[in-house]
């Protein structure tokens, strides 16, 4: 019969984008795998993808006491219908309802991937409630999983866990990098093509930025500094990634300069990243907070030279100077100067794009963390077998 694991993430995106293949990949080698999140358009596309059942469970990512009540007896209900050998949460929301449902039932391995803490960036009240939810987390599970040294270093530092129960698979990150498909030479020609003519034909550099569309991921500062840097060189900005004006809006004046700098081209979302990075001269990570970034590691398999904000996350990548330039976290005038520096050192900026390019490919191949945590699953649950 094989042994039962179930994956809760709080939307069913996750399972798209940051666990893409790995349900798949641990059904193929012995587990029932369930996945659990709340609904959304990706829902039918994961089940297809992953080739598991998929149940979903109403739930929100911001503060609803309510509606998480509900949630939380409807994942006890399901856990105990089930009785998994293993449950494993992603992001905040899941993790506390989903570790809470397990804990409650009797699951004996019980694990929370921390993919990013959004209590880095807040203040007050927020910031002590979201650090109690947190605790409550990490306190119902057995394994905590920070997807990098830094996030783990920052969670023994606030003391939000029992050291024991913290590690980091592997090299870090959550689900590794598809080599095949961020790859320069499997890029389709034709694709690239007709994927560029769909964008304004403005001459110069290309810069990209992939993610939310949002205050925390640097947005504001990236499009500021773009317009400064308008006068002196010949720029095309490509802002890739959803708005989200009900968690953390961008303010209007910068959502207005997007719309109407006719150098700026904004696209919601799309599944063929790869080639916006085959097009692009540069990438920038300018996000406030992150756990370990795979968009960085993106760029990185496709040569891409990288210039993100000194955080957590980004600094377990990237190495100033050595695979890419850094700058100080919402300080317009480093980023400024950083670009500066990239567009007029092209040969010194090329080596530092291959040195990322070597470390990615070698140290986050997707099959190997993959074949690390199915390893871990195993050698847990012998551990618990002998108990």
Same mark, same amino acid.
């Given at each position: 019969?094989?042994?039962?694991?179930?994956?809760?993430?709080?939307?069913?995106?996750?399972?798209?984008?940051?666990?893409?293949?790995?349900?798949?990949?641990?059904?193929?080698?012995?587990?029932?795998?369930?996945?659990?999140?709340?609904?959304?358009?990706?829902?039918?596309?994961?089940?297809?993808?992953?080739?598991?059942?998929?149940?979903?469970?109403?739930?929100?990512?911001?503060?609803?006491?309510?509606?998480?009540?509900?949630?939380?007896?409807?994942?006890?209900?399901?856990?105990?219908?089930?009785?998994?050998?293993?449950?494993?949460?992603?992001?905040?929301?899941?993790?506390?309802?989903?570790?809470?449902?397990?804990?409650?039932?009797?699951?004996?391995?019980?694990?929370?991937?921390?993919?990013?803490?959004?209590?880095?960036?807040?203040?007050?009240?927020?910031?002590?409630?979201?650090?109690?939810?947190?605790?409550?987390?990490?306190?119902?599970?057995?394994?905590?999983?920070?997807?990098?040294?830094?996030?783990?270093?920052?969670?023994?530092?606030?003391?939000? @866990?029992? #050291?024991?129960? /913290?590690? +980091? *698979?592997?090299?870090?990150?959550?689900?590794?990098? %598809?080599?095949?498909?961020?790859? !320069?030479?499997?890029?389709?020609?034709?694709?690239?093509?007709?994927?560029?003519?769909?964008?304004?034909?403005?001459?110069?550099?290309?810069?990209?930025?992939?993610?939310?569309?949002?205050?925390?991921?640097?947005?504001?500062?990236?499009?500021?500094?773009?317009?400064?840097?308008?006068?002196?060189?010949?720029?095309?900005?490509?802002?890739?990634?959803?708005?989200?004006?009900?968690?953390?809006?961008?303010?209007?004046?910068?959502?207005?300069?997007?719309?109407?700098?006719?150098?700026?081209?904004?696209?919601?979302?799309?599944?063929?990243?790869?080639?916006?990075?085959?097009?692009?001269?540069?990438?920038?990570?300018?996000?406030?907070?992150?756990?370990?970034?795979?968009?960085?590691?993106? @760029?990185? #398999?496709?040569? /891409?030279? +990288? *210039?993100?904000?000194?955080?957590?996350?980004?600094? %377990?990548?990237?190495?100033?100077? !050595?695979?890419?330039?850094?700058?100080?976290?919402?300080?317009?005038?480093?980023?400024?100067?950083?670009?500066?520096?990239?567009?007029?050192?092209?040969?010194?900026?090329?080596?530092?794009?291959?040195?990322?390019?070597?470390?990615?490919?070698?140290?986050?191949?997707?099959?190997?963390?993959?074949?690390?945590?199915?390893?871990?699953?195993?050698?847990?649950?012998?551990?618990?077998?002998?108990?």
């Amino acid at each position: 019969m094989g042994k039962t694991l179930i994956r809760i993430t709080t939307v069913p995106m996750a399972f798209k984008v940051l666990l893409a293949g790995q349900p798949k990949f641990m059904s193929q080698n012995g587990f029932n795998v369930i996945m659990i999140s709340a609904d959304g358009k990706e829902a039918e596309d994961i089940k297809k993808e992953e080739g598991c059942p998929h149940i979903i469970i109403p739930m929100t990512r911001s503060i609803t006491p309510l509606q998480d009540i509900i949630s939380f007896f409807k994942l006890r209900k399901v856990i105990k219908k089930y009785r998994p050998d293993i449950v494993h949460t992603h992001t905040p929301k899941a993790g506390l309802l989903g570790m809470l449902a397990a804990r409650s039932t009797g699951v004996k391995v019980r694990i929370h991937t921390v993919g990013g803490l959004p209590l880095i960036i807040e203040t007050g009240f927020k910031k002590w409630l979201l650090m109690l939810t947190e605790k409550l987390t990490y306190f119902c599970a057995t394994e905590v999983w920070p997807n990098s040294k830094s996030m783990m270093n920052f969670i023994i530092e606030k003391k939000l @866990a029992n #050291a024991q129960k /913290l590690s +980091v *698979i592997d090299n870090g990150s959550t689900n590794g990098i %598809d080599l095949k498909k961020f790859c !320069k030479q499997n890029i389709n020609e034709e694709i690239k093509n007709k994927i560029n003519k769909s964008l304004p034909q403005v001459n110069g550099l290309k810069i990209l930025c992939v993610g939310r569309m949002v205050k925390d991921k640097g947005i504001e500062e990236l499009v500021t500094v773009f317009e400064k840097l308008q006068q002196h060189y010949a720029l095309q900005l490509i802002l890739v990634g959803p708005f989200e004006p009900h968690l953390d809006p961008l303010s209007a004046e910068t959502l207005d300069t997007i719309i109407n700098n006719p150098a700026i081209t904004h696209i919601s979302w799309s599944d063929s990243i790869e080639y916006y990075m085959a097009l692009a001269d540069i990438f920038v990570h300018p996000s406030h907070r992150e756990g370990f970034p795979n968009v960085i590691l993106q @760029a990185g #398999a496709m040569h /891409l030279p +990288v *210039i993100c904000s000194r955080i957590p996350g980004n600094a %377990d990548i990237i190495r100033e100077g !050595k695979t890419g330039l850094m700058f100080e976290v919402k300080n317009e005038n480093d980023l400024y100067n950083k670009l500066r520096l990239a567009f007029e050192n092209k040969v010194e900026t090329e080596k530092i794009a291959h040195a990322l390019f070597e470390e990615v490919t070698q140290l986050y191949n997707r099959k190997r963390i993959h074949e690390v945590i199915l390893n871990t699953y195993n050698r847990l649950l012998q551990k618990h077998e002998s108990k």
